[in-house]
């Protein structure tokens, strides 16, 4: 019988939606994740991220037991080997160089109450070195409160009372989803929503009128619209005149350009201003929303100023349904005296947004030590090489986390971390007004700990141990006491979200907590300082937020060959570039290879592309951008980035069009389809099983991989097409031109040259031990070290006669051959991912598996789960062999191509 059960629970991953949540657990396993209808702001919504978090938790890439590196390996350790190296380390360090050689690194992947702790912990230990800075929504949080003394965001259920919406650089359809029945609800009631982004996004689907400004230009368009306001008279003159300080100034600073100058300024049509105009004038009253691009420029202060200058003409500031709402303050609900900053003297910090420079130039003490929890920096901070070389600076690296994502690369330590639905906590947001309860719906999967578990395992072994280790409970009832001052207790809060004491519209009263009591116009502006953009390359760099994920929270499985970049068709035809293409995107800072994809309705001037990619999977944007910091709020200016986009300029491997025979739906090039296409070539699958024709010659292509499939290899009565291909592979060697056989291919490879397949009478199945022959060591295409590499067949070959041996395993001892002029049969399936494996031990788990189900039996749970608590490195080192591999042989075609010429 099943046992399930449905948990309460919170999304607590980088969104201001912090959704409520719905698990439903049977056997103690996750099945579904849904939204919580009880939820008050969110009332069940939720993104496609939230059910496609089942795939992460129980992901075959996810590290769940601890691992030090020693000499360049990884090995698995126990949590007591794991703590007790760090706290060595830590207390050694501490004594060497004192506490700041240390750099605690907390990024913002989960922003709980007990998360507040990971600071007091290094508090306690003497105060470290931390972080000031933001690479998210600082500089917004910091020019709003310039203006307004605090920022405080309208309630997201205030927007019911807005006549209309005018969406800034906000994406609500792809990272805020509960805005949309808001949005519609406006809609309904005859309302316009206006979006203000130089890139289409899937939002502009729901505007009645999308301007696209020049990127970072939209202090002209918030300036031309307030100009056109008190042009003719529409401003709120009594809440100028009452409530405001510095108008007259602001005033000044319009008179300065005329409406036409500031249209132009912004790159925006007369009448798009207009429109914008008469919905502040007529549509009363019409609600701003902040998004977070706006932010990604260095003097992104003057247009979130100008924007809530614009607030303050038209009347929307203290209204119900008004307002410039920005977000909300994650941390606020807490009792932060348990950062324990207080508890040393001020230590150094170094700035998020230039790390790299940080890292690298930081002296008196140097960073010996960077501990990393919730971040990914190498893939997220700007200018990932330059990141990257400040870590690999420090001589011990601790990485606490889910994946062997790019900053784990320079770990000597890797925590495997929970995630939510594995632990117990409450979560705040900056998105709306609730806190919501974190209720453990499964147990840590594997060895996995909470991060407050780990601090707590390190503490024991460190002097404050005392100070620090309780129950997490405990804690929590101290950090969250602001909250349950406001009437909620504990056992409330793990029912459901708690609506905290913040006003649905704010201002109401008119009195701000400025200097002057008053709401303040910005009163200075420096032209130079938005103007004086790098335009060395022809487009601005923006890297938006992906539709299907939170920043770098992907697998490697996950990423297509390469990153999709966005341009206008006419700069595409200008640079005679066609849709599909690969091509070169270059800024100061570096290069990336991408994908091309044209998009009508997108500003010229402008290369958009979804952040978050890794750099191991060919998708660094960061590679491409520039590391500074915003004038104001010490922000991330991403934005200011240029880049030129290319066609790739040709290469050895660019273009070589290279025949994959796929021999079964489900047996996909994978992993090794996906480096091919990054190295440059392109890949036609055919698909004879399914009817695709076999070509008669290899005359259109450079080389050709089989690849494997359940089929017994001298089946030709049921795959009469196998006769065709063995000829096709010799056809293709005798012109010079690679094979690569794989499994059912390498069998079908043998044949075609003579040798033998034939059953071995058992199956070999997982990842297994093998052998270079002295000719496999010195091979152009394996060189190198062999790794544990993945089998499942249970039909070998005897190799044909002319075959040189070059991999040998126990089991079945044919496993790697070279013949001919450059053809090579692979047994083990080196071309695997994640995606793959997973099929194949739930396939076969389950009795799925056809001919293979008789075996099943031989290969306990146990096998299973010795197996998948290895495949994290099991899978790297596949990955790396593949590479390598896939490079290799690719040279050969490239070798044969240029012969050829
Ligand atoms: S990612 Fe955002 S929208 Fe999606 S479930 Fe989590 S909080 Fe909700």
Same mark, same amino acid.
């Given at each position: 019988m099943s046992n399930t059960k449905t948990v309460v629970t919170t999304c607590t991953r980088d969104c201001p939606n912090t959704c409520g949540l719905l698990a439903t657990v049977e056997n103690g396993r996750l099945v579904s994740l849904k939204g919580d209808p009880n939820h008050p702001y969110t009332l069940g919504t939720t993104c496609v991220k939230a059910a496609r978090y089942i795939n992460r938790v129980?992901?075959?890439?996810? /590290?769940?037991?601890? +691992?030090?590196?020693?000499?360049?390996?990884?090995?698995?350790?126990?949590?007591?080997?794991?703590?007790?190296?760090?706290?060595?380390?830590?207390?050694?360090?501490?004594?060497?160089?004192?506490?700041?050689?240390?750099?605690?690194?907390?990024?913002?992947?989960?922003?709980?109450? !007990? $998360? !507040?702790?990971?600071?007091?912990?290094?508090?306690?230990?003497?105060g470290v070195t931390t972080l000031r800075g933001s690479l998210c929504g600082g500089t917004g949080q910091a020019s709003q409160n310039l203006d307004f003394g605090e920022r405080i965001s309208h309630d997201p259920l205030d927007h019911y009372n807005s006549a209309s919406m005018v969406l800034w650089a906000r994406n609500p359809v792809s990272t805020n989803i509960s805005l949309v029945p808001v949005i519609r609800d406006i809609k309904k009631r005859g309302g316009r929503i206006v979006l203000i982004d130089p890139v289409k996004t899937r939002s502009a689907a729901l505007a009645d009128l999308h301007i696209t400004p020049k990127p970072g230009r939209d202090v002209y368009l918030a300036m031309a619209t307030a100009k056109l306001i008190l042009a003719l008279g529409a401003q709120d003159a009594e809440f100028v005149e009452k409530h405001a300080v510095g108008f007259d100034k602001y005033v000044e600073i319009l008179a300065r350009y005329s409406v036409m100058e500031l249209c132009s300024l912004a790159d925006v049509p007369m009448d798009q201003v207009v429109s914008l105009a008469d919905v502040f004038m007529s549509q009363r009253p019409t609600s701003i929303l902040l998004g977070w691009g706006l932010h990604r420029h260095k003097s992104a202060h003057l247009s979130i100023r100008a924007i809530d200058a614009l607030g303050a003409i038209a009347g929307i500031i203290g209204v119900p349904g008004g307002g410039v709402s920005q977000g909300f303050e994650e941390y606020g609900p807490y009792d932060q005296s348990y950062w324990g900053d207080e508890l040393n003297p001020p230590r150094r910090t170094l700035l998020m947004p230039v790390i790299g420079d940080e890292l690298l130039g930081t002296d008196d003490p140097p960073i010996r030590m960077i501990y990393v929890t919730a971040s990914n920096p190498v893939c997220m901070a700007p200018n990932s090489d330059k990141v990257a070389e400040g870590f690999r600076k420090a001589e011990f690296v601790v990485y606490s986390g889910h994946f062997m994502d790019d900053t784990s690369d320079y770990a000597d330590v890797f925590l495997p971390a929970t995630t939510f639905l594995e632990e117990e906590d409450v979560m705040?947001?900056?998105?709306?007004?609730?806190?919501?309860?974190?209720?453990?719906?499964?147990?840590? /999967?594997?060895?996995?700990?909470?991060?407050?578990?780990?601090?707590?395992?390190?503490?024991?072994? !460190?002097?404050?141990?005392?100070?620090? &280790?309780?129950?997490?409970?405990?804690? =929590?009832?101290?950090?969250?006491?602001?909250?349950?001052?406001?009437?909620?207790?504990?056992?409330q809060l793990r029912t459901g979200a708690f609506r905290l004491d913040a006003p649905m519209a704010p201002y109401e009263d008119k009195t701000?907590?400025?200097?002057?009591?008053?709401?303040?116009?910005?009163?200075?502006?420096?032209?130079?300082?938005?103007?004086?953009?790098?335009? +060395?390359?022809?487009? $601005? #760099?923006?890297?938006?937020?992906?539709?299907?994920?939170?920043?770098?929270?992907?697998?490697?499985?996950?990423?297509?060959?390469?990153? /999709?970049? &966005?341009?206008?068709?006419?700069?595409?035809? &200008?640079?005679?570039?066609?849709?599909?293409?690969?091509?070169? /995107?270059?800024?100061?800072?570096?290069?990336?290879?991408?994908?091309?994809?044209?998009?009508?309705? +997108? &500003?010229?001037?402008?290369?958009?592309?979804?952040?978050?990619?890794? #750099?191991?999977?060919?998708?660094?944007?960061?590679?491409?951008? $520039?590391?500074?910091?915003?004038?104001?709020?010490?922000?991330?200016?991403?934005?200011?980035?240029?880049v030129s986009v290319e066609r790739c300029p040709e290469d050895e491997f660019l273009g070589l069009r290279i025949l994959v025979v796929q021999n079964q739906e489900r047996t996909v090039p994978a992993f090794l389809g996906k480096e091919l296409t990054r190295l440059g070539a392109v890949l036609d699958i055919c698909m004879p099983f399914a009817g695709d024709p076999l070509p008669e010659t290899p005359e259109d292509f450079d080389g050709l991989v089989v690849l494997g499939g359940a089929q017994n290899a001298f089946d030709d009565e049921n795959y009469a097409?196998?006769?065709? #291909?063995?000829?096709? +592979?010799?056809?293709?060697?005798?012109?010079?031109?690679?094979?690569?056989? =794989?499994?059912?291919?390498?069998? #079908?490879?043998?044949?075609?040259?003579?040798?033998?397949?034939?059953?071995?009478?058992g199956l070999e199945y997982g990842f297994t031990e093998l052998s270079l022959t002295e000719a496999g060591k010195a091979d152009p295409v394996l060189g190198g070290p062999l790794p544990r590499l993945m089998e499942f067949h249970e039909d070998s070959f005897i190799p044909p006669a002319n075959a040189v041996p070059l991999v040998e395993g126990e089991f079945c001892r044919n496993q790697c051959f070279r013949i001919g002029k450059a053809s090579y049969g692979f047994q083990f399936h080196f071309e695997i991912d994640s995606k793959i494996i997973e099929l194949w031990i739930q396939r076969f788990r389950s009795q799925q598996m056809g001919n293979y189900n008789k075996y099943s039996e031989l290969y306990d749970d146990a096998f299973f789960e010795t197996m998948e608590a290895e495949l994290p490195l099991l899978l790297t080192g596949s990955q790396a062999f593949c590479s390598r591999v896939a490079a290799n042989w690719l040279r050969l075609c490239a070798k044969r191509r240029s012969e050829a010429q």
């Open positions: 129980y992901s075959k890439e996810r /590290v769940t037991h601890p +691992m030090i590196r020693k000499n360049g390996e990884w090995r698995r350790a126990t949590w007591d080997e794991a703590f007790d190296l760090i706290a060595e380390r830590m207390k050694t360090i501490r004594d060497e160089s004192g506490p700041e050689a240390i750099l605690y690194y907390q990024g913002y992947g989960e922003r709980t109450a !007990l $998360k !507040l702790l990971n600071r007091y912990f290094f508090n306690l230990f003497g705040a947001t900056y998105g709306h007004n609730w806190v919501g309860p974190v209720n453990r719906a499964i147990p840590p /999967v594997g060895e996995c700990r909470s991060e407050f578990d780990m601090f707590q395992g390190l503490a024991e072994r !460190l002097d404050f141990a005392d100070r620090f &280790r309780r129950e997490a409970k405990a804690w =929590i009832k101290d950090v969250c006491a602001p909250i349950w001052k406001q009437g909620c207790t504990p056992e701000f907590p400025t200097p002057s009591g008053k709401f303040q116009f910005m009163t200075e502006f420096d032209p130079a300082e938005v103007n004086g953009a790098d335009d +060395m390359f022809p487009y $601005k #760099l923006i890297t938006c937020a992906p539709h299907g994920y939170i920043c770098s929270e992907r697998t490697i499985a996950d990423h297509e060959p390469l990153p /999709v970049i &966005r341009l206008h068709p006419d700069e595409a035809a &200008r640079r005679g570039l066609e849709n599909g293409s690969v091509v070169l /995107v270059s800024s100061k800072q570096g290069q990336v290879r991408a994908t091309l994809q044209t998009v009508e309705g +997108m &500003r010229r001037d402008v290369a958009a592309a979804d952040r978050g990619g890794w #750099l191991k999977a060919g998708h660094g944007l960061n590679l491409l951008t $520039k590391d500074l910091a915003s004038t104001v709020g010490m922000g991330t200016p991403y934005y200011e980035t240029t097409y196998f006769t065709l #291909l063995m000829r096709l +592979m010799r056809a293709f060697d005798a012109q010079g031109k690679p094979v690569a056989g =794989i499994c059912l291919g390498c069998q #079908l490879l043998s044949r075609a040259w003579g040798g033998e397949p034939f059953s071995c009478g």
